[in-house]
Protein backbone atom coordinates (compact mmCIF):
# COMPACT_ATOMS: atom_id res chain seq x y z
CA UNK A 1 0.00 0.00 0.00
CA UNK A 2 3.09 2.24 0.84
CA UNK A 3 4.83 1.65 -2.38
CA UNK A 4 1.73 2.13 -4.19
CA UNK A 5 1.03 5.58 -2.49
CA UNK A 6 4.86 6.56 -3.29
CA UNK A 7 4.28 5.45 -6.94
CA UNK A 8 1.26 8.04 -7.46
CA UNK A 9 2.33 10.73 -5.99
CA UNK A 10 5.42 10.50 -7.91
CA UNK A 11 3.26 10.27 -11.33
CA UNK A 12 1.23 13.30 -9.58
CA UNK A 13 4.55 15.26 -9.46
CA UNK A 14 5.29 14.40 -13.04
CA UNK A 15 2.22 15.09 -14.34
CA UNK A 16 2.11 18.38 -12.63
CA UNK A 17 5.37 19.69 -13.74
CA UNK A 18 4.23 18.55 -17.04
CA UNK A 19 1.31 20.69 -16.92
CA UNK A 20 3.23 23.77 -15.48
CA UNK A 21 5.56 23.75 -18.58
CA UNK A 22 3.14 23.23 -21.30
CA UNK A 23 1.14 26.14 -19.56
CA UNK A 24 4.21 28.45 -20.07
CA UNK A 25 4.63 26.90 -23.27
CA UNK A 26 7.67 24.95 -22.42
CA UNK A 27 8.43 21.21 -23.22
CA UNK A 28 9.61 19.73 -20.35
CA UNK A 29 12.53 17.87 -22.37
CA UNK A 30 13.75 21.48 -23.45
CA UNK A 31 12.94 23.17 -19.60
CA UNK A 32 16.70 22.67 -19.22
CA UNK A 33 17.60 24.29 -22.21
CA UNK A 34 15.88 27.76 -21.07
CA UNK A 35 18.46 28.15 -18.40
CA UNK A 36 21.11 30.51 -19.54
CA UNK A 37 24.19 28.33 -19.01
CA UNK A 38 26.99 31.38 -18.45
CA UNK A 39 24.50 32.25 -15.07
CA UNK A 40 24.78 28.50 -13.64
CA UNK A 41 28.87 28.74 -14.75
CA UNK A 42 29.29 32.22 -12.75
CA UNK A 43 27.84 31.02 -9.57
CA UNK A 44 29.81 27.87 -9.78
CA UNK A 45 33.30 30.17 -10.38
CA UNK A 46 32.80 33.13 -9.05
CA UNK A 47 33.22 33.17 -5.02
CA UNK A 48 32.60 36.29 -3.20
CA UNK A 49 35.54 38.47 -2.65
CA UNK A 50 36.63 38.37 1.91
CA UNK A 51 36.79 41.74 3.12
CA UNK A 52 41.01 42.12 3.18
CA UNK A 53 40.94 41.43 -0.58
CA UNK A 54 38.65 44.38 -0.84
CA UNK A 55 40.69 46.59 1.35
CA UNK A 56 43.63 45.44 -0.61
CA UNK A 57 42.10 46.81 -3.52
CA UNK A 58 40.78 49.44 -2.35
CA UNK A 59 43.92 50.86 -0.98
CA UNK A 60 45.95 49.59 -4.32
CA UNK A 61 43.26 51.79 -6.17
CA UNK A 62 45.06 55.43 -6.96
CA UNK A 63 43.97 58.61 -4.70
CA UNK A 64 42.34 60.26 -7.52
CA UNK A 65 42.46 60.22 -11.65
CA UNK A 66 45.24 61.69 -13.97
CA UNK A 67 43.02 64.02 -15.69
CA UNK A 68 39.77 65.65 -14.60
CA UNK A 69 37.36 64.32 -16.15
CA UNK A 70 35.25 66.64 -18.80
CA UNK A 71 32.13 66.03 -18.14
CA UNK A 72 30.21 63.10 -15.81
CA UNK A 73 31.09 59.54 -17.46
CA UNK A 74 29.71 56.61 -17.47
CA UNK A 75 30.90 53.25 -18.21
CA UNK A 76 29.53 50.32 -18.79
CA UNK A 77 31.70 47.09 -17.63
CA UNK A 78 30.89 43.93 -19.27
CA UNK A 79 32.24 40.14 -18.63
CA UNK A 80 30.36 37.89 -19.28
CA UNK A 81 32.48 34.13 -20.86
CA UNK A 82 31.28 31.90 -23.38
CA UNK A 83 34.41 30.30 -23.44
CA UNK A 84 37.18 29.76 -20.23
CA UNK A 85 35.99 31.60 -17.06
CA UNK A 86 38.62 33.89 -15.09
CA UNK A 87 38.16 33.64 -11.69
CA UNK A 88 40.03 37.30 -11.39
CA UNK A 89 36.88 38.79 -13.20
CA UNK A 90 35.13 39.50 -9.28
CA UNK A 91 38.82 41.21 -8.58
CA UNK A 92 38.46 43.50 -11.85
CA UNK A 93 34.85 44.57 -11.30
CA UNK A 94 35.66 45.41 -7.31
CA UNK A 95 38.55 47.52 -8.84
CA UNK A 96 36.66 48.84 -10.81
CA UNK A 97 33.75 49.81 -9.07
CA UNK A 98 36.67 51.18 -6.06
CA UNK A 99 38.27 53.31 -8.99
CA UNK A 100 34.30 54.79 -9.55
CA UNK A 101 33.99 55.97 -5.84
CA UNK A 102 37.35 56.76 -5.03
CA UNK A 103 38.71 58.88 -8.04
CA UNK A 104 35.44 60.19 -8.92
CA UNK A 105 36.67 59.82 -12.37
CA UNK A 106 33.40 57.61 -13.79
CA UNK A 107 29.75 55.98 -12.82
CA UNK A 108 29.97 51.93 -13.68
CA UNK A 109 27.23 49.69 -14.57
CA UNK A 110 27.94 46.06 -14.74
CA UNK A 111 25.96 43.86 -17.15
CA UNK A 112 26.94 40.19 -18.53
CA UNK A 113 23.83 39.79 -20.97
CA UNK A 114 24.05 40.71 -24.32
CA UNK A 115 20.80 42.95 -24.60
CA UNK A 116 22.58 45.50 -23.11
CA UNK A 117 24.19 45.90 -27.19
CA UNK A 118 21.32 48.64 -28.25
CA UNK A 119 22.03 51.81 -29.38
CA UNK A 120 19.47 53.05 -26.77
CA UNK A 121 21.47 51.67 -23.58
CA UNK A 122 24.86 52.46 -25.12
CA UNK A 123 23.82 56.13 -25.90
CA UNK A 124 24.21 56.62 -21.79
CA UNK A 125 27.75 55.48 -21.89
CA UNK A 126 30.96 57.02 -22.75
CA UNK A 127 32.93 53.78 -22.51
CA UNK A 128 32.51 50.27 -23.11
CA UNK A 129 35.05 47.67 -20.84
CA UNK A 130 35.84 44.20 -21.89
CA UNK A 131 36.47 42.42 -18.53
CA UNK A 132 38.21 39.31 -19.26
CA UNK A 133 35.06 38.38 -21.87
CA UNK A 134 35.74 34.99 -23.61
CA UNK A 135 34.14 34.04 -26.94
CA UNK A 136 31.69 36.18 -26.73
CA UNK A 137 29.08 35.98 -29.60
CA UNK A 138 26.23 38.67 -30.34
CA UNK A 139 22.90 36.82 -30.28
CA UNK A 140 21.73 38.85 -33.44
CA UNK A 141 23.69 41.01 -35.69
CA UNK A 142 21.84 44.71 -34.15
CA UNK A 143 23.91 44.24 -31.57
CA UNK A 144 27.18 43.67 -33.25
CA UNK A 145 26.24 47.19 -35.06
CA UNK A 146 25.48 48.88 -31.90
CA UNK A 147 29.01 48.00 -30.67
CA UNK A 148 30.54 49.32 -33.83
CA UNK A 149 28.07 52.53 -33.92
CA UNK A 150 29.34 53.35 -30.72
CA UNK A 151 32.89 53.27 -31.53
CA UNK A 152 32.26 55.08 -34.81
CA UNK A 153 30.53 57.59 -32.55
CA UNK A 154 33.45 58.68 -31.09
CA UNK A 155 32.84 56.95 -27.66
CA UNK A 156 35.72 54.59 -25.81
CA UNK A 157 36.07 50.57 -25.42
CA UNK A 158 38.92 49.38 -23.12
CA UNK A 159 39.84 45.46 -22.43
CA UNK A 160 41.32 43.62 -19.98
CA UNK A 161 43.53 40.34 -20.67
CA UNK A 162 41.22 37.94 -22.19
CA UNK A 163 38.93 40.85 -24.13
CA UNK A 164 41.68 39.77 -26.53
CA UNK A 165 40.12 36.52 -27.27
CA UNK A 166 36.33 37.35 -28.76
CA UNK A 167 33.95 37.89 -31.76
CA UNK A 168 34.81 34.82 -33.52
CA UNK A 169 31.97 35.19 -35.81
CA UNK A 170 32.39 39.09 -36.14
CA UNK A 171 35.27 40.33 -37.68
CA UNK A 172 34.62 43.62 -37.69
CA UNK A 173 34.07 43.64 -34.07
CA UNK A 174 37.40 41.63 -33.40
CA UNK A 175 39.40 43.73 -35.30
CA UNK A 176 38.56 46.66 -32.48
CA UNK A 177 40.85 45.27 -30.63
CA UNK A 178 44.08 44.67 -32.22
CA UNK A 179 44.92 40.97 -31.66
CA UNK A 180 43.68 37.88 -31.43
CA UNK A 181 44.09 35.47 -28.50
CA UNK A 182 46.48 32.49 -29.87
CA UNK A 183 48.08 31.07 -26.53
CA UNK A 184 50.13 31.76 -23.47
CA UNK A 185 53.50 30.07 -23.73
CA UNK A 186 53.79 32.95 -20.40
CA UNK A 187 51.88 30.78 -18.05
CA UNK A 188 50.15 32.58 -14.94
CA UNK A 189 52.96 31.03 -12.87
CA UNK A 190 55.80 32.49 -14.16
CA UNK A 191 57.08 36.13 -13.08
CA UNK A 192 58.21 37.51 -16.34
CA UNK A 193 59.80 40.88 -17.70
CA UNK A 194 58.52 43.71 -19.12
CA UNK A 195 59.78 46.50 -21.65
CA UNK A 196 58.45 50.32 -21.83
CA UNK A 197 57.72 50.57 -25.53
CA UNK A 198 57.52 54.02 -24.70
CA UNK A 199 59.02 55.01 -21.41
CA UNK A 200 57.73 58.66 -21.17
CA UNK A 201 53.83 58.17 -22.62
CA UNK A 202 51.39 59.46 -20.18
CA UNK A 203 49.57 56.09 -19.60
CA UNK A 204 53.11 54.52 -18.82
CA UNK A 205 53.39 57.04 -15.72
CA UNK A 206 52.48 54.11 -13.61
CA UNK A 207 55.57 52.67 -14.10
CA UNK A 208 58.23 55.39 -13.45
CA UNK A 209 59.92 55.18 -16.52
CA UNK A 210 60.94 51.53 -15.55
CA UNK A 211 60.75 48.17 -17.16
CA UNK A 212 59.65 45.87 -14.57
CA UNK A 213 59.23 42.20 -13.32
CA UNK A 214 55.49 41.25 -12.89
CA UNK A 215 53.60 37.61 -12.36
CA UNK A 216 50.89 36.88 -14.80
CA UNK A 217 49.61 35.12 -17.95
CA UNK A 218 50.50 36.76 -21.29
CA UNK A 219 49.03 35.68 -24.28
CA UNK A 220 50.60 35.76 -27.86
CA UNK A 221 48.23 36.65 -30.70
CA UNK A 222 47.48 34.82 -34.07
CA UNK A 223 50.06 36.87 -36.65
CA UNK A 224 46.79 37.58 -39.16
CA UNK A 225 44.66 39.21 -36.42
CA UNK A 226 47.59 41.27 -34.98
CA UNK A 227 47.35 45.20 -36.25
CA UNK A 228 51.30 45.73 -35.57
CA UNK A 229 52.90 49.12 -34.86
CA UNK A 230 51.71 50.48 -38.28
CA UNK A 231 47.96 50.60 -36.38
CA UNK A 232 48.69 50.41 -32.53
CA UNK A 233 50.94 52.87 -29.98
CA UNK A 234 52.74 50.28 -27.95
CA UNK A 235 52.83 50.67 -24.48
CA UNK A 236 54.26 47.82 -22.42
CA UNK A 237 55.78 44.65 -24.05
CA UNK A 238 57.55 41.62 -22.70
CA UNK A 239 61.19 41.78 -22.58
CA UNK A 240 62.63 39.46 -24.67
CA UNK A 241 66.15 40.43 -24.02
CA UNK A 242 65.83 38.40 -20.52
CA UNK A 243 66.20 34.79 -21.29
CA UNK A 244 63.98 33.57 -19.26
CA UNK A 245 61.26 35.35 -21.33
CA UNK A 246 62.66 34.56 -24.67
CA UNK A 247 63.25 30.81 -24.31
CA UNK A 248 59.27 29.81 -23.41
CA UNK A 249 59.45 30.11 -27.66
CA UNK A 250 61.16 27.94 -30.07
CA UNK A 251 60.21 30.20 -33.28
CA UNK A 252 57.60 32.94 -32.94
CA UNK A 253 57.31 36.64 -32.49
CA UNK A 254 60.25 38.23 -31.04
CA UNK A 255 57.94 40.66 -30.07
CA UNK A 256 55.13 40.45 -27.96
CA UNK A 257 53.01 43.42 -27.26
CA UNK A 258 51.26 43.36 -23.94
CA UNK A 259 49.73 47.14 -23.61
CA UNK A 260 48.59 49.27 -26.65
CA UNK A 261 46.20 52.27 -27.68
CA UNK A 262 44.86 53.09 -30.49
CA UNK A 263 42.10 55.03 -32.34
CA UNK A 264 39.27 53.59 -34.39
CA UNK A 265 38.28 56.00 -36.57
CA UNK A 266 37.19 58.75 -33.93
CA UNK A 267 36.87 56.02 -31.13
CA UNK A 268 39.49 55.37 -29.32
CA UNK A 269 40.96 52.15 -27.62
CA UNK A 270 43.13 50.51 -24.64
CA UNK A 271 43.79 47.05 -24.24
CA UNK A 272 46.03 45.31 -21.99
CA UNK A 273 46.93 41.64 -21.69
CA UNK A 274 47.28 41.70 -17.52
CA UNK A 275 44.71 40.96 -15.68
CA UNK A 276 44.58 37.02 -15.74
CA UNK A 277 46.00 36.70 -11.62
CA UNK A 278 43.76 38.35 -9.25
CA UNK A 279 47.09 39.95 -7.56
CA UNK A 280 47.00 41.49 -11.25
CA UNK A 281 44.26 44.00 -9.37
CA UNK A 282 45.54 44.38 -5.87
CA UNK A 283 48.66 46.58 -7.60
CA UNK A 284 48.78 49.79 -7.33
CA UNK A 285 50.97 50.54 -10.69
CA UNK A 286 48.58 47.76 -12.53
CA UNK A 287 45.66 49.76 -11.53
CA UNK A 288 46.77 53.32 -11.76
CA UNK A 289 47.96 51.82 -15.65
CA UNK A 290 44.15 50.42 -15.91
CA UNK A 291 42.60 53.84 -14.68
CA UNK A 292 44.85 56.13 -17.52
CA UNK A 293 43.98 53.58 -19.97
CA UNK A 294 40.32 54.13 -19.53
CA UNK A 295 40.30 57.74 -19.23
CA UNK A 296 42.52 58.01 -22.35
CA UNK A 297 39.82 55.84 -23.90
CA UNK A 298 36.92 57.62 -22.38
CA UNK A 299 38.29 60.86 -23.82
CA UNK A 300 39.52 62.93 -20.97
CA UNK A 301 43.23 61.74 -20.47
CA UNK A 302 45.50 63.20 -23.52
CA UNK A 303 47.71 60.82 -24.89
CA UNK A 304 49.64 60.27 -27.99
CA UNK A 305 48.22 57.29 -29.82
CA UNK A 306 50.39 58.04 -33.21
CA UNK A 307 50.87 54.08 -34.34
CA UNK A 308 54.80 53.38 -32.90
CA UNK A 309 56.23 52.94 -36.87
CA UNK A 310 55.03 56.02 -37.32
CA UNK A 311 55.71 58.25 -34.62
CA UNK A 312 59.54 59.66 -33.85
CA UNK A 313 62.29 56.60 -32.67
CA UNK A 314 61.92 56.24 -29.03
CA UNK A 315 64.57 53.85 -26.57
CA UNK A 316 62.26 51.44 -24.50
CA UNK A 317 63.10 51.45 -20.96
CA UNK A 318 64.40 47.16 -20.15
CA UNK A 319 63.66 45.08 -17.35
CA UNK A 320 66.52 45.05 -14.73
CA UNK A 321 68.09 41.96 -14.17
CA UNK A 322 66.14 39.38 -12.15
Same mark, same amino acid.
Given at each position: ?????????????????????????????? /???????????????????????????????????????? #????????????????????????????? #??????????????????????????????????????????????????????????????????????????? /?????????????????????? @??????????? @??????????????????????????????? @????????????????????????????????????????????????????????????????? @????? #?????????? #????
Amino acid at each position: MIKLSRVLLASTICLASTLCSLTWGIDPAD /AQDTVDPWQKKKQEIFKPLSDAAQQTIGRAVPATPTAKPR #ATRKILVFYRCEGFVHGSIPYANQAIKAM #AEKTGAFQADFADTYDVFTNENLANYDLVLLNNTTGMQFQEPSQQNALLDFIADGNGLAGIHAASDNFGDFPRCR /ALIGGQFSGHPWGAGGTWAFKL @DDPEHVLNDAF @DGQGFWHSDEIYQYQPESYQGPEVLRLLVSL @DMNQEEVSKRIDDGPREVPVSWIRQAGDGRIFYTNFGHRNETFQNPAMLRHMLDGIQYAIGDLDA @DATPT #AKADEIQPAL #APAK
